[in-house]
């Protein structure tokens, strides 16, 4: 995020664990003293770095290490909480925008699972409210597709993916390169606004700068509100 060095690790004002930016987030302080969450690395001064986690945000609020961390007066309250989701859910709706525009993202039932054949197919989003029959449809097109790489491993895939896709907001197989599954983590309506359709439900990304840059947003919206591990998924990515 930072201009300089931006590979470098930071550390946590609260757990004081160092690790790459990807899992943290960088807070700015304005000119009347507000804490501010800098989600897309841009705003200038000194940063402090919170884990990427709503819980920990929280603490650092409760703890006031924000003004320990600014070296200065740095107000913070319960609301920065929700403004920290908001602007990273913004930042991915936007990302996937730029997807849509750069013609890397295919939305429809029929469309979406044809597309899961292709090699160019890295992700398969799902909305909040799609039911888990279509769920179930899409998941048996990405069986397919995994059984025809790997056809050794077509008992583990079968049972594995079935229950990524019912019970995981970002999921891949462990042993594949396959396309990751991104479930529940935006609504039809949020889909819609950044898709420019109507009622979207499942949509499939292709491979390309624009579809990284998305995925990497929807790793720390998904991150920050705790369904997703620890470990950056994205790094293989890059």
Partial sequence: MAPKSADAERSCVV???AQPPEGLIRFAIGPDDAVVPDV????PGRGVWVTCR???????????????????????DEALLDLTDRLLLEAALSALSMARK??????????????LMSSDVTAVVHAS????????????ALRRRLRAERPEDDTELSE?????????????HPRTSGPL??????????LDLALGGANVIHAALLA?????????????????RGGMPETDWTASLS
């Avoid at 920990?56 to 740095?74: C, D, H, P, Q, S």
């Avoid at 750069?102 to 597309?115: I, M, P, R, S």
């Fill in 15 to 17: 757990t004081r664990a």
């Fill in 102 to 115: 750069a013609g890397l993202v295919v939305t429809g039932f029929g469309q979406v699972t044809d597309a």
């Fill in 129 to 140: 409210e799609a039911a888990d029959d279509g769920k179930r449809k899409v998941g048996q």
């Fill in 208 to 224: 390309g700068g624009a579809s990284t840059s998305f995925l990497k947003c929807a790793a720390a919206l998904s991150r920050y």
């Fill in 160 to 172: 594995e993916t079935g229950a990524g896709l019912q019970n995981a907001a970002i999921w891949q």
């Fill in 54 to 76: 709503r819980e920990v945000v929280a603490e650092a609020i409760r703890r006031k290490a924000f003004g320990r961390g600014f070296k200065a007066e740095a107000r913070a």
């Fill in 181 to 190: 599954v991104v479930a529940g983590i935006f609504s039809s309506r949020e």
């Fill in 40 to 43: 897309r690395g841009k705003l």
